[in-house]
């Protein structure tokens, strides 16, 4: 359970390590495909990257303006980068309009924004067909639920309803009081059954002790927000 993705969404709305490592409200881009290549895409530059071997050795105090850190890896097939203090370079070149970005013809692709300060989290997903749904937590990524589809997003659909992360909407409350009682119930636990229903779908695992220690390796992504 440690190496899966859950506890990504459990600590999601602690305070942001400050070093040497990441845990709380880090945000989650990941693709089938070299990790190079998926850093390129962010705007790394070839020199930023495998500059630093573990995340812990990158100074922040020493990194310009322009720039934003990240961590990454590999999951099996999938690479993926991790960033934290509310820190999301696709989410923001998507929005943004950045066509180099956006996931390629038969990839699969993935992005687990956080948005912890302001909200809300989403959730991106791209199957491989050519098609990105994106969808807020607590929200289906596909519409109602439809025994007969098959389709990757359509299971991974069913993973987040099986794992209770997608909810009723407000109008099938009785009382707007019930409808309350219900977020109170679930809110505390809503971003780990994201998480969790990713992870199941991708068999994405991330290795908790290594990316707390800073041992992942570092690289310096253009910052989207300048």
Known sequence: MSDSIEWLGECCFEKPMGGPGMRGGVSLTAVRGPAEDLLRRLGAEDRRIGTWAHYRDLDPLSVDALWTPCMYGTSGEWSYVLED???????????DGNSSVMPRDGEEFVCL????AVQPSWLFYAPGDGSLL????RHSLTGPARESESGRAHLLDSRLRSNGAVWP??????SPAQ????????SPGLHAAVWRSVGEHTG???PRAAVEAGELPAALLV???I
Do not use: K, M, T
């Open 169 to 174: 909407d407000p109008d099938a409350f009785s």
């Open 134 to 137: 994106r969808a807020e937590f």
């Open 204 to 206: 994405l695992r991330i």
């Open 113 to 116: 924004y956080a948005n912890v």
């Open 179 to 186: 409808w309350r009682a219900f977020v109170e119930d679930r």
């Open 85 to 95: 203090s509310g820190v999301c370079a696709w989410y923001q070149h998507w929005a």
């Open 223 to 225: 910052d989207p927000f």
